[in-house]
């Protein structure tokens, strides 16, 4: 199931995640400011995949300069499309 | 490699190959020049002297350009500039080789000069700035393979001057020109206004070629650059695109986030007391630097204040207040906007000036030096209110010098205006990537969330502590913007040295290297 | 001092940039919008963005208000268990129509902050009058719990539910404006004029502020950063009015000092509600920060 959040648009951040896989956590991020914040937002998507107890997923970000509470709440968001459970 | 750390504790290698000796920066007043100025070649004139030349080959065969010579041009144009490509792609096609081209700053328009550099036709490079494309070529790859000098507006014409750059030809691209060379820029289809960059050039370059697309009837009137220092005049069919060398009325920002910083920046200007009868002021042309204009004019009326004069980077916002009586004068060494242009030919006190006249600190007097108070942006502020506006946080160059430091040193209170971030890169940080200009000259810093004061002012500190101005310290407003933004990592530099950033006393500031790819 | 609700400033909370923006224009009061500014498909997204915000920006003395949605959505009860476990203290109930609705929210607030270890009343209410039953209780609807800081008024669901237009003149909505400034004061709660939701008519916005103060309002919601500092500047009182409130105030001290009843201060008697007026008066000086206290 993949889940999707956000836009691509400036201070936001475009999130998929897909939970069917089964070779662990991999994160690939696209941002004009990877070189800057890249490892914190990967840190960033690990604790929110940790927080929501999913253990096998493939996240893509398309990163517009997001903040870090933005681009978890995106990466939750995803999760939680990506289970079936949207209210 | 050996290095001296200079006054702001960067470390300035002492010798570079192809440069030279350099001297570190030790202080905004620190160097005192001696000695005599440079001066060109004598000239000679007969009754009967055609200057007027059919094309750019012509001049370039004429003025003897040959290897390894130095060239100049102007960014009066700005990014509708054909001037400086034209000319350039000429020199390509006859097979020079080896030109130093000592610019007032260049634009996007000019990437064509990537691939002159890669073909070796161009190998050395003198600008106030670098932008687009260009730029990130020699950050990144150093396609140049020397360092390029980055020069203030001051710094430039006080080199010229002092005869540490000898131009041997001169590109001066004018609107009106007459068949003796005579020249303005504010007559003629292609008119830009003040032709300020370009005067100094005139004066010291071995040859002076005037390019125009507009050949009037001798003698033109009125003459901002003299046939006295014209070798030749070549006709073009269009120097520029109008459209981009002057934009349409300024008009101040309706955007929420400016307009907060610029009432900040406003109201720590008035409580400071430096707004009152005759006193003097300028502003960049960024977003915020406009809408405190717009402030400080409403105050200014509401208090029945004049001033003597405002300088720039003239606008028409600027020519409003000139003609409401609100200053007594413009000192203008660029013109932004049409209306601006049509003001510098109509009013006699819209005062053309050269960037000599402007910022240079090695002259007599420069207008800089009579500045009560100068509103600036930045890239990049640091703790110890070092300033940056070359680099970005990635390291890579994107912006110039201009008269940033000349005008931080020269004016009584220096304003750096800016946004506490931009999308996620925090503006105020522990450390600068470059210092442009340094933080003694800089008094405070206005963001939209609060304001910093250089502690060597007790006087504004004393001054703003009784107003409900969000004033903090500079560590705390770091602080701040890192709460939102978190700490971002350090860009990763090469050893090799792709830019010199050049103080306005010619003592060097920074150095700029080369962005490691991965 | 009593919080001051001046400007009540509305921000889609589906808008990441207003959510760690809107404190620069420094609103009394923000409402971050779950309900109408935000798209059925997004109402998961924007609530996640408003918890997560909640953990992280500090907002300083600015009161957060989340608009959740009507508690009969299916988005309704779960805006209020996520946002109050991630530290929301004030929300914004919009369509109450009586006391019942109000303590619907009581109830269900009351079982999320226990579930989550929170002190029992930490959350308050702001309800959002917008339809005639509504103003109709509107006194029943501001008494219903000890939680209500604030109700408001609002012009768009009420026009529209009474089937008819707004007008500039705003005859239609005076009644209602009115009702709600009454039943706000009798209750004892802040009342809060509706939206003007034209930003580039300042002029018209301007007119309505002062007839908004005028009519005893609180504060006016706002949805422009421009149209906040223009409450503000409406609701600065003057050098002259300052001066004037000290002067019965400082009156009203030696009075009770030296137990006098009646006191009249230039000619004129002063009584409890007019030491109250000047109470508030210096109250909105100190707020917009044109007077300070002399220790």
Request: glycine residues 8%.
């Amino acid at each position: 199931m993949i889940g999707q959040a956000g836009r691509e648009k400036c201070d936001d951040v475009l999130v998929q995640v897909n939970i069917d896989t089964s070779e662990g956590i991999k994160v690939d991020i696209e941002s004009k400011v990877k070189q800057l914040f890249g490892k914190q937002i990967e840190q960033s998507v690990k604790e929110v995949l940790y927080e929501m107890d999913v253990k096998n997923a493939y996240v893509t970000l398309k990163d517009e300069g997001a903040l870090d509470f933005v681009i978890r709440a995106r990466v939750k968001t995803a999760i939680k499309r990506a289970k079936g459970g949207v209210k | 490699m050996e290095f001296i750390e200079n006054a702001v504790g960067r470390k300035i290698p002492k010798y570079i190959e192809g440069v030279g000796v350099l001297k570190p920066y030790r202080g905004p007043f620190a160097t005192k020049p001696e000695g005599r100025k440079y001066a060109p070649s004598k000239a000679y004139n007969t009754p009967g002297d055609n200057k007027i030349l059919n094309n750019i080959r012509e001049a370039i065969e004429k003025t003897g350009l040959k290897d390894g010579m130095t060239i100049s041009f102007h960014h009066h144009l700005r990014e509708g500039d054909y001037i400086l490509n034209a000319v350039v792609d000429q020199i390509a096609k006859m097979g020079i080789k080896n030109i130093t081209i000592c610019a007032s700053s260049l634009n996007k328009v000019h990437e064509p000069l990537i691939e002159h550099i890669k073909n070796g036709v161009i190998t050395g490079l003198q600008t106030s700035g670098l932008r687009g494309k260009l730029a990130k070529e020699i950050s990144t790859k150093n396609i140049l393979g020397s360092p390029v000098i980055f020069r203030t507006h001051g710094g430039r014409t006080r080199a010229i001057e002092a005869g540490d750059v000898k131009i041997d030809v001169a590109f001066l691209g004018a609107s009106a020109c007459d068949k003796m060379g005579n020249m303005n820029g504010v007559d003629g289809k292609s008119a830009f206004g003040a032709i300020g960059y370009a005067m100094v050039d005139a004066e010291y370059a071995d040859k002076v070629v005037a390019i125009t697309d507009n050949l009037v009837e001798y003698p033109l009137y009125p003459i901002s650059i003299s046939q006295t220092l014209v070798d030749y005049v070549v006709i073009m069919d269009e120097i520029g695109n109008p459209s981009l060398i002057s934009s349409g009325a300024t008009r101040v920002t309706k955007n929420p986030l400016e307009l907060k910083i610029a009432e900040n920046a406003a109201r720590a200007i008035i409580d400071s007391g430096y707004i009152k009868n005759g006193f003097s002021f300028q502003a960049g042309s960024g977003g915020s630097a406009l809408a405190v204009v717009k402030f400080v004019k409403e105050y200014m009326e509401e208090n029945n204040i004049v001033g003597s004069f405002a300088s720039g980077g003239i606008s028409s916002y600027m020519v409003n207040m000139l003609e409401s009586g609100l200053f007594k004068a413009l000192f203008d060494t660029q013109t932004f906007d049409c209306e601006a242009g049509s003001s510098l030919r109509r009013n006699h006190n819209h005062i053309e000036m050269s960037a000599s006249t402007y910022a240079n600190p090695h002259n007599k007097g420069c207008v800089a030096h009579q500045l009560d108070i100068m509103i600036l942006s930045a890239t990049e502020i640091d703790v110890n209110f070092n300033v940056n506006v070359m680099t970005g946080s990635t390291g890579i160059i994107m912006g110039a010098q201009g008269g940033h430091p000349d005008t931080a040193a020269g004016a009584k209170f220096t304003v750096v205006v800016a946004p506490l971030m931009r999308k996620r890169i925090p503006i105020v940080v522990d450390e600068v990537t470059t210092v442009v200009t340094p933080g003694e000259t800089v008094d405070i810093v206005v963001t939209e969330r609060g304001i910093a004061i250089n502690p060597r002012r007790t006087d504004i500190i004393e001054k703003l502590s009784k107003s409900n101005l969000p004033i903090m310290t500079i560590e705390k407003l770091k602080n701040l913007a890192e709460s939102f933004t978190g700490i971002p990592e350090k860009p990763e530099f090469d050893e090799e040295i792709v830019g010199i950033v050049e103080y306005r006393d010619g003592t060097i500031m920074d150095v700029i290297r080369k962005v490691k790819q991965k | 001092m009593k919080k001051l609700r001046r400007t009540m400033m509305f921000c889609p909370a589906s808008n990441p940039k207003m959510l760690f923006t809107a404190q620069i224009y420094n609103p009394d009061c923000i409402i971050f919008d779950l309900e109408d500014a935000v798209a059925y498909a997004e109402k998961d997204s924007a609530r996640d963005l408003l918890c997560e915000a909640l953990k992280v920006v500090d907002y300083g003395n600015i009161e957060v208000f989340a608009r959740i949605n009507a508690l009969y959505t299916p988005f309704g009860e779960t805006d209020v268990r996520e946002l109050v476990k991630a530290g929301l203290k004030n929300i914004r109930l919009p369509m109450c129509e009586c006391s019942e609705d109000v303590q619907k929210l009581e109830r269900l607030i009351e079982e999320v902050e226990k579930e989550n270890g929170i002190e029992i009343g930490t959350v308050k209410i702001q309800c959002a009058i917008e339809t005639p039953k509504g103003v109709e209780n509107a006194y029943e609807i501001a008494k219903a719990s000890d939680r209500i800081v604030a109700i408001s008024i609002g012009a768009e669901d009420f026009t529209r539910s009474l089937g008819t237009d707004r007008t500039k003149a705003g005859r239609e909505l005076f009644y209602a404006r009115t009702r709600v400034v009454i039943a706000a004061s009798a209750a004892g709660v802040d009342s809060i004029d509706t939206v003007w939701a034209d930003v580039s008519d300042m002029e018209g916005f301007t007119a309505e502020v002062r007839d908004a103060k005028n009519l005893g309002f609180s504060g006016k919601s706002c949805v422009h950063p421009s149209q906040v500092k223009e409450v503000h500047r409406i609701f600065t009182p003057t050098k002259e009015e300052i001066g004037k409130a000290l002067e019965i105030i400082c009156a009203a001290k030696e009075a009770e000092k030296m137990n006098l009843g009646v006191i009249t201060v230039n000619g004129k008697m002063v009584d409890f509600p007019v030491i109250q007026k000047a109470e508030r008066i210096v109250a909105l000086a100190k707020g917009a920060g044109v007077y300070k206290e002399e220790e």
